[in-house]
């Protein structure tokens, strides 16, 4: 059962505690889910992913945050959706050198296709920008891929544009090089 795009679902949104195993839990399978979807590579994330990532964050990424969005029924513990993780933004501060402060880079955002419609992205990104600001960061970053319109328009719905410094250069354009052993 699927949430009807006419009706508005009642959604908590809130960080991730990594120590949590019901968070940790969630946040994987959201975020494998994203990466068997075809905007995330089409591939599921390997074993030793899944079994490290959180752990991994919360030990060895001090700089990493997370916040979630759960679909919730006020007064029912039997709602359908009640308590279900239904999207996933990942972030990770790092720093402006031409700002002298922190920047937020906003690494994964997630949500599950039964849920998109209901402006989740938009709740979880409005508290990534509130953690970020209480981190002093003067910005957010992201990638997306320019196939993704519906995520394009959806950061250009909350502020985001594409960056340039000087529009006769042209607007950044995001490079991988692949350290393989």
């Known amino acids: 059962m699927t949430p009807a795009i006419d009706s508005v679902p009642r959604i908590a949104v809130r960080a991730v505690d990594y120590a949590n195993p019901r968070d940790a839990a969630a946040l994987v399978d959201l975020l494998d889910g994203y990466a068997r979807d075809v905007a995330g590579g089409g591939k599921p994330l390997e074993a030793e992913v899944k079994q490290g990532l959180v752990q991994a964050l919360r030990q060895r990424q001090p700089q990493a945050f997370s916040v979630m969005a759960w679909a919730e029924e006020e007064g ?105 052993d």
């Open 76 to 180: 029912s513990a039997s709602a359908p959706y009640a308590g279900v993780a239904v999207g996933l933004v990942n972030c990770f501060e790092g720093f402006s050198t031409f700002a002298c402060k922190p920047l937020v880079n906003v690494h994964d955002v997630v949500v599950l296709p039964a849920w998109r419609g209901h402006r989740i992205a938009q709740r979880m990104l409005q508290e990534v920008e509130t953690l970020a600001r209480g981190r002093g960061a003067c910005k957010l970053t992201l990638e997306v891929l320019s196939g993704n319109r519906a995520a394009i328009q959806a950061y250009e719905r909350e502020g985001f544009a594409a960056y340039a410094l000087d529009p006769r250069m042209g607007s950044a354009q995001f490079f991988q090089k692949l350290l393989r």
